[in-house]
């Protein structure tokens, strides 16, 4: 597993400490390491829709409207713009 001084190194950030398990939003699988964190579009985040990590392999919702790399490691996330 990469170090966060290796993972800040390559252009990632650290975004804070997030308890828990993360949920992929597609597949409603566990997810860890490299991922993508997916924001609504502004009409899809008008209607109240909610979106968030993924396994890089599950295809997006039809609603996202970006998408970032980010990589889960234990209670951090650090992601890459």
Do not use: F
């Amino acid at each position: 597993m990469p170090t966060r001084r290796s993972l800040e190194a390559g252009g990632y950030e650290t975004t804070g400490a997030t308890p828990g398990t993360r949920i992929c939003y597609v597949c409603q699988q566990p997810v860890g390491g490299l991922a993508q964190r997916d924001e609504p579009t502004p009409e899809a985040g008008r209607k109240g829709v909610v979106l968030g990590d993924r396994h890089r392999d599950c295809e997006p919702s039809d609603d996202a409207g970006g998408s970032k790399k980010v990589y889960l490691v234990g209670t951090a996330t650090v992601h890459a713009d």
